[in-house]
């Protein structure tokens, strides 16, 4: 827009990428979400910030909103633990969910040393004995990326929808989203959740092709393609989660 052009090239200079709180010096992503209906500041687990600018936003409001609400990031830093959780390792013996039942990490065939397996899947990892989250993270998203695009595709033909891209993705804050340019991003983590809440998502997302907020009208082209959503909505809220 030109008014923020001229806004970028008249303000200060500071540091987009960085929020002075109380003296201290806190990172700041800017992300678009042209959902979005207003400014939304978010202070992430790891101590850093998160605004989000609407579609009619400007980058200057924005820095201008994360300014004005740095007494309650003061509040929320004061509430984050000295030393945050790490992620919790995944070891053999650990239970993790994988197409919404819960499976165990177990060793390999014949007790091997190079491999582990879940749910019916097997993964080679370097040390049995280690951190094997990395690796069976890695397989999961194989998975999903192998999986989920044939999925939406079969979707969308059914619906008379136009997909140009299905991307599988590390989001760490929604289970997937819609361009206007027909582009389905996903979340790897979603085979991780039952067959019904994938699918949902998977709906849910191409549904917005149809309509690009979260309107009544939104929600009814949800219910005439996923009458049952209601139950999937509820897992998702449940187990939101796995998202960190």
């Given at each position: 827009?030109?008014?923020?052009?001229?806004?970028?090239?008249?303000?200060?200079?500071?540091?987009?990428?960085?929020?002075?709180?109380?003296?201290r010096r806190i990172p700041?992503?800017?992300?678009?979400?042209?959902?979005?209906?207003?400014?939304?500041?978010?202070?992430?687990?790891?101590?850093?910030?998160?605004?989000?600018?609407?579609?009619?936003?400007?980058?200057?409001?924005?820095?201008?909103?994360?300014?004005?609400?740095?007494?309650?990031?003061?509040?929320?830093?004061?509430?984050?633990?000295?030393?945050?959780?790490?992620?919790?390792?995944?070891?053999?013996?650990?239970?993790?969910?994988?197409?919404?039942?819960?499976?165990?990490?177990?060793?390999?065939?014949?007790?091997?040393?190079?491999?582990?397996?879940?749910?019916?899947?097997?993964?080679?990892?370097?040390?049995?004995?280690?951190?094997?989250?990395?690796?069976?993270?890695?397989?999961?998203?194989?998975?999903?990326?192998?999986?989920?695009?044939?999925?939406?595709?079969?979707?969308?033909?059914?619906?008379?929808?136009?997909?140009?891209?299905?991307?599988?993705?590390?989001?760490?804050s929604r289970w997937g989203?819609?361009?206007?340019?027909?582009?389905?991003?996903?979340?790897?983590?979603?085979?991780?959740?039952?067959?019904?809440?994938?699918?949902?998502?998977?709906?849910?997302?191409?549904?917005?092709?149809?309509?690009?907020?979260?309107?009544?009208?939104?929600?009814?082209?949800?219910?005439?393609?996923?009458?049952?959503?209601?139950?999937?909505?509820?897992?998702?809220?449940?187990?939101?989660?796995?998202?960190?």
């Amino acid at each position: 827009m030109l008014l923020d052009f001229i806004l970028r090239r008249t303000a200060p200079k500071a540091d987009e990428n960085f929020l002075d709180v109380r003296g201290r010096r806190i990172p700041l992503a800017t992300v678009r979400n042209h959902r979005a209906r207003r400014y939304l500041l978010r202070l992430r687990d790891d101590g850093s910030a998160r605004l989000t600018i609407p579609r009619r936003g400007s980058v200057i409001e924005g820095r201008r909103f994360a300014e004005r609400n740095r007494e309650w990031l003061a509040r929320q830093l004061e509430k984050l633990p000295t030393h945050p959780a790490k992620a919790k390792q995944w070891l053999v013996g650990t239970e993790i969910l994988f197409r919404g039942e819960l499976v165990r990490i177990e060793t390999g065939v014949n007790g091997g040393a190079g491999a582990v397996r879940f749910g019916g899947e097997t993964v080679r990892v370097p040390d049995v004995g280690a951190d094997l989250r990395p690796w069976v993270v890695k397989h999961l998203w194989k998975l999903a990326d192998k999986e989920f695009p044939p999925r939406v595709f079969e979707f969308a033909t059914a619906h008379q929808l136009t997909v140009n891209r299905v991307t599988v993705r590390n989001q760490r804050s929604r289970w997937g989203s819609c361009s206007r340019r027909g582009t389905i991003s996903l979340n790897w983590r979603l085979i991780q959740t039952p067959p019904f809440v994938r699918d949902y998502i998977f709906l849910h997302e191409l549904m917005h092709l149809r309509q690009m907020n979260h309107s009544a009208g939104f929600w009814r082209e949800v219910e005439s393609v996923c009458p049952g959503y209601a139950v999937a909505e509820k897992w998702v809220k449940q187990h939101s989660a796995l998202l960190k």
